[in-house]
């Protein structure tokens, strides 16, 4: 993929280029959704974390009629389990 930016002031460092570049991908990448699924780690929470994070990227950019749908994944590591299946549940019923 090709990307040609126009002479840009904000672009001072390769990290400020990266999240120009960010920004316009982001918009192009929701373009026509029209659903989603979020994935969690059950057995990480810092992956149960990022959920608010995903939610509120969706929002700002896709259609507000999208699908979404939250799924804890790995439901085979019970005994791991960092993210309770009550706590998933309130959060996706919001």
């Not at 969706?58 to 259609?63: E, F, G, K, M, S």
């Not at 993210?83 to 996706?92: F, K, Q, S, W």
Request: proline share 3%; net charge positive.
């Amino acid at each position: 993929m090709l990307f040609v930016l126009p002479n840009h002031q904000g672009v001072r460092t390769p990290k400020d280029l990266v999240v120009l570049l960010s920004v316009c991908v982001v918009g192009r990448y929701y373009r026509g959704a029209v659903g989603a699924l979020l994935v969690y780690d059950i057995a990480k929470h810092l992956t149960y974390e990022n959920v608010e994070r995903w939610l509120r990227e969706l929002r700002d950019h896709a259609d507000s009629n999208i699908v979404i749908m939250l799924v804890g994944n790995k439901s085979d590591l019970r005994h791991l389990r960092a993210v309770p299946t009550d706590e998933g549940r309130t959060y996706a019923g919001r």
